[in-house]
């Protein structure tokens, strides 16, 4: 990540802000607050607003419940009993606010969580930068075998590098054309005086989806939870991954109680379907179980056994 | 409103924080944070927490527009042009949070809008307090002969005595058998130690829709905008349009630029249709025009001629 | 539940349709669609519309995944691939419209659910019902001594008559008085005709909690089965529950296969926090495992062992 | 537009069906259930999916008012009262499901429409189509001098011939060297069989935003008349207007009166703030009025006069 001069100095002259407030603060997350944590090759997240913390979990849930709270004495014993039996709307009483810089096909995967607000860099109106995602080569992965959504061996080699060159010089070359068509370069100089440029509404046509963009996301403290559940699950695609495990860190430090707790019940946690439940309580109770008497399919089979991390799988 | 001494200590301990954040801050805002603000009879709103203020929209707007926004030199003409042309999403990154005592009737109205956050006090897990809504006598009024949702004239004399009579010993003595059912009193104590009381979820639905409760309601500023158009219109039930006046004054405070724009472009505004275009179109060319050549309904005719506050009524 | 004869015949004039449709068709549901399904006392559902069936989320998830999809060969297969790993956007290609008369307090519960659809009868613009609930009396429970929110032991003999008296007598005399306010009686006749009546928007706020209302609730396939298995949980109160359990019926006629994976993952499942994984584990592997060395709360503790049904509870 | 011969197969399948059906029918929708029609170069809109139609919006509101409906006699005049009043929710009872094929550029501007059910091709586990857009002639303009996100004149001859040029091959190059790295063909044939092929999730990042891709996109009627309003108008990017300008078409027919009550409160109406409502007044009435005793900024008056057709425009 290469920040320009300008974004530097913004940075610095946020971050040099010291307001009086009557509202509740998260001394943690104020710690980090505005920086940049890079992300790829040119990506980042930044906190750059929130409102709330733990105690404003507790506070809504004992409005919610009244006199009814009072038997759980502790703020940790009530954030988690919310989590555990998915008293969801307490969690929506903390929000929180990001700058991000991502690929195009990230943006794309990203935006289907449709619960945030999003002010995203418009192409209509300004100059994309010119910065494009090249993968690292230790994730330059085969398209997996038995997943069809997944990646499978890396891919090595003269076929890497292939590959890479092919990314950068396609990413340059359909670049160089965007500004060829708007007759202005990336840092605004017009390339031919003569000429008006095409609409930069059309240009952008020709950028590849690896091209960055950027835009303010806001959330709050349970949807953002429901999409780091599952994109820091190791389903998700490697690229939306590192950007969602980046933001778990700053959850960490905003709301540390409400964090345990969701790494506890959700990121660690299991789901098992009814019939799945039979099997396990054969097995506790010493019973005879295998594939052929669970009830399960192949696949369910596997991912039960590979869930528990025994080695029973059905091929 | 009465509050109880708990309620008054606590939020004077709220009041009495002194943070450090790095957070952008509404200065006005913060000078009348968890304040108590009287609504009816027995209601208030309190803002207890709150995200962003006008500075928020435009740095919003600035990194969707880019280089685009740099001609409009000031934060004011910005916001007012975003308000004009209906470019929502910026308004979309303030935040609000308010603590709200409201009559059940009017929460039901209330809760009807979707984006919202909300934690209500539970009458499954804690008594409800014994307060409820009498209308004041200048509020009184008969149901509307032209107006199938609207108050007509005043109902005064004996008739409003004999209903606020109706009213009040209907609250009382559907409040005094709740508690009888619960065999517990609304501070806490026990009717009869040889009993057991109803479950709350129960005896909760001998209440009256005049029984008071409380939530937290946290929304973004055009949502919240949105709320206040409807429900500061005239055509609002009396009872919510208080609530919705009392937090219009909290915005102006907020977000005083886009409270002006909102009041200029939303609230003393006014939507033609094309049919009423083509009307006003003639009347500003000084060419005849009436009611039979307008192509307009009679009430589409009446409802144009008055917001213009023209006479020219057809009946 | 009594219909009005209005009622009945409208209903029968609905179900007597014949029209052509291109549309895919629910065999089984349509043989129901309008038919009221009692519930409680003087409530009911009816399913009054619908959108697509099993095989709309068979073909919106081909769309998605395209050729990726040949591989599962059967449409059962691959909607309980997606139910169990949750991939939700196909669920949301089905939608359902049900009309509702239900109690005031249920309808409070059920409108927290916000991504939905709803028109409802407005006391603003028409009189009310004569109805309201009364708890049958198997249903007349304590406060649950351990847990806030639920019911304990039956309340039986005189204590549940003074109740049901209470409750009736209530219900009875506000709505009386609620007519008298009107000056209108329930079935629309004048009470005196020298008189005018009280606003339908304030006389409205007279009646209790139990009084009937009624609603058009529209909702997509997702959504609702996220509605069905909050509202089907046994801690759910009852009374929602009721309503919960005669949708889930027409969720078995509409969309049968999805309906068998919903109970299979959901309804009968179980979720594990990471910390109850690792008591299962050690339970299957024979070792040593109690609450002692289990890092789980008494109440977490309790709660994994009842869910498997075994009696190792901890007090 | 090219339909493979798979496509027009299924279309005529589906167009073939005759099935009964309880529900209410909208006779013109049903006539193009099913056809694709040709949107830009390669793309196209199907109406795959409705319920409800005009009827529907009725018996909503009547459900709502009740008895309060009944002086309205028809449903025509009902529907244009809700419509100009904004009372939004019947028009939520009505529900479509649109298949449609568009260039990525394109989705990323609709997706932003937050309130609709999505399921798009997903080039994690397929190969996304040959096929790109490429602009007509006579959409090639240039970037407005004085509107930063609008069009301005028509490019012509050899510039335009050269930016067609760039647009062509840099879609083929990267889409050839999609195929490359995919080591597999559009057609599935595989390129070199002693070769693994790259992930999909990968390839995919080498393409240009003119790519088409596919989804299935559901939602109500009152969002989709939001979401035509503000995407038939001229502000909208050409290519997103035309997919717009197709879909009211369809709109038109099944919901005719909903569709000419919105043309006549929305698409040809005129929202007035109150500065230029104050404007109209003193013109109707015959007193000066001039920019400068307006009380509005240049760019309002010149909007203004613009919208009645006026010529008083300031520079």
Redesign the interface.
């Given at each position: 990540m290469k920040l320009t001069d300008q974004q530097k100095k913004e940075i610095l002259e946020?971050?040099s802000?010291?307001?009086?407030?009557?509202?509740?603060?998260s001394v943690e997350l104020?710690k980090i607050?505005?920086e940049a944590i890079s992300v790829l090759d040119h990506g980042f997240i930044r906190v750059v607003?929130?409102?709330?913390e733990d105690s404003?979990i507790v506070?809504?849930?004992r409005?919610?419940?009244?006199?009814?709270?009072k038997?759980v004495s502790t703020d940790s014993?009530l954030i988690?009993?919310l989590m555990?039996?998915?008293h969801t709307?307490?969690f929506?009483?903390c929000?929180i606010?990001y700058?991000v810089k991502l690929?195009?096909?990230v943006?794309?995967q990203w935006?289907?969580h449709?619960?945030a607000?999003?002010?995203?860099?418009?192409a209509?109106?300004?100059?994309l930068d010119k910065e494009f995602?090249l993968?690292a080569k230790e994730?330059?992965?085969?398209?997996?075998k038995n997943n069809?959504?997944?990646?499978?061996?890396l891919?090595n080699g003269k076929?890497a590098d292939?590959?890479l060159d092919?990314?950068k010089q396609?990413?340059e070359?359909?670049y160089k054309?965007y500004e060829?068509?708007?007759n202005e370069r990336f840092d605004?100089t017009t390339i031919d005086e003569s000429?008006?440029?095409?609409?930069?509404?059309?240009a952008?046509?020709?950028?590849?989806?690896?091209t960055y963009t950027?835009?303010?996301w806001?959330t709050?403290l349970l949807n953002l939870l429901n999409f780091l559940n599952?994109r820091t699950d190791n389903?998700a695609?490697y690229e939306i991954r590192t950007y969602a495990d980046a933001m778990l860190k700053t959850v960490k430090k905003w709301v540390p109680i409400a964090y345990e707790a969701f790494?506890?019940?959700r990121?660690?946690?299991?789901?098992?379907?009814?019939?799945?439940?039979l099997v396990?309580?054969k097995?506790?109770k010493?019973q005879a179980c295998n594939f052929e008497n669970s009830n399960l399919?192949k696949?369910?089979w596997n991912?039960l056994m590979e869930s528990?991390?025994f080695t029973e799988k059905i091929i």
């Open positions: 946020q971050q802000q010291q307001n009086m407030t009557k509202r509740t603060v104020e607050l505005y607003d929130y409102m709330g404003s506070q809504a849930a409005v919610s419940y009244g006199k009814g709270t038997k014993g988690k009993y555990r039996h998915r709307t307490p929506e009483m929000e606010k700058h690929p195009i096909f943006a794309r935006i289907r449709r619960t607000n999003v002010n995203e860099y418009s209509r109106y300004s100059i995602y993968p994730h330059l992965a085969a398209q997996s069809r959504q997944g990646r499978g061996n891919i076929q292939a590959i092919m990314l396609d990413a070359r359909t054309n060829e068509m708007l605004g000429k008006d440029g095409l609409a930069r509404e059309l952008r046509m020709n950028l590849t989806l690896n950027q835009w303010y806001k709050d599952l389903h695609q790494v506890d019940y990121v660690g946690g299991l789901e098992l379907s009814s019939k799945s439940k396990i309580e097995m506790i010493g399919s696949r369910e991912e528990f991390g």
